[in-house]
């Protein structure tokens, strides 16, 4: 938690505020925190773990604009 959170495009996206977890352990899906347009606000999206790649941070494997458009994370 707390990791920032890049697109495939190099943006920076915001932060991980949750991980979510399988029965099993692993990490099913990371909620990250984004701003929204103009700063206002933010949003909370869910990215699923086959669209993320641990690197210096975390590096999900959308763009900017794809996980902007994601629904927001139901709490």
């Given amino acids: ?7 495939s495009d190099n943006k ?4 991980v505020v949750e991980v ?3 029965p099993d352990g692993k990490t ?3 909620q990250v925190d984004i ?8 949003k909370v999206v869910a990215i699923g ?3 993320i790649e641990p ?9 900017d604009a ?3 458009s994601l629904p927001e994370a139901k709490k």
Avoid: F, T
Avoid at 1 to 7: F, H, L, N, Q, R
């Fill in 49 to 51: 773990a086959d669209k």
């Fill in 35 to 42: 701003g929204r347009v103009l700063g206002l606000g933010s």
């Fill in 20 to 22: 979510v977890k399988a």
């Fill in 12 to 15: 920076k996206l915001g932060q």
């Fill in 1 to 7: 938690m707390g990791m920032p959170v890049y697109s």
């Fill in 55 to 63: 690197l210096d941070g975390i590096k999900v494997l959308l763009s």
């Fill in 28 to 30: 099913q899906s990371i």
């Fill in 66 to 68: 794809e996980v902007r």
